[in-house]
T-cell receptor
């Protein structure tokens, strides 16, 4: 297993465009998390899945954000009508439910909205 | 909601010396997990050490150890024999039984040769 993979690594988009990010977790992990991190801050929770079920979504997340995890494997995070305030690093992490293990993080997708 | 506070935005340590990073958290839960993660510049975040709240014994991983004070809701990280490769941003994280983690805003550690 090559760890948690995120694509693309970088994305530059114009304000108002839609973007989609992909995360491939560690294959044995049934939990998948999305976080957003801005410069100098800690990761901020967005949403998480157990298998294909989305168990929680941050109330801070606007309706422009949506995530899915079809078949409980990879996950996508879509941002519609991007705004400059969406510029951040989007982190994906995975873990195995029922263990005391921490997260395994991907390298992140850096989004710049111009 | 749980909160995690790291009161030291920046810390520095001389190579081979010891440094302690502070973390406090707030929760009403009795069963939870605490973690320290390391994020080197432009690199992915990795787990350093974890502590189960029900364990009284402090966790240790080689040069890294924690001081877990459950009543005080304090969870500090001690790095012994600091190395240049320890330079990074360190995040304290609280994880509930539900699995979601809450992170502090991090402490940037500089290691001076």
């Amino acid at each position: 297993d090559t760890g948690v993979s995120q694509n693309p690594r970088h994305k530059i988009t114009k304000r108002g465009q839609n973007v989609t990010f992909r995360c491939d977790p560690i294959s044995e992990h049934n939990r998948l998390y999305w976080y957003r991190q801005t410069l100098g801050q800690g990761p901020e929770f967005l949403t998480y899945f157990q298998n294909e079920a989305q168990l929680e979504k941050s109330r801070l997340l606007s309706d422009r954000f949506s995530a899915e995890r079809p078949k409980g494997s990879f996950s996508t995070l879509e941002i519609q009508r991007t705004e400059q305030g969406d510029s951040a690093m989007y982190l994906c992490a995975s873990s195995l439910a029922g263990t005391t293990d921490g997260y395994t993080f991907g390298s992140g997708t850096r989004l710049t909205v111009v | 909601a749980q909160t995690v506070t790291q009161s030291q935005p920046e810390m520095s340590v001389q190579e081979a010396e010891t440094v302690t990073l502070s973390c406090t958290y707030d929760t009403s839960e009795s069963d939870y997990y605490l973690f320290w993660y390391k994020q080197p510049p432009s690199r992915q975040m990795i787990l350093v050490i974890r502590q189960e709240a029900y364990k009284q014994q402090n966790a240790t991983e080689n040069r890294f150890s924690v001081n877990f004070q459950k009543a005080a809701k304090s969870f500090s990280l001690k790095i012994s024999d600091s190395q240049l490769g320890d330079a990074a941003m360190y995040f304290c994280a609280y994880r509930s039984n539900a699995g979601k983690s809450t992170f502090g805003d991090g402490t940037t550690l500089t290691v001076k040769p």
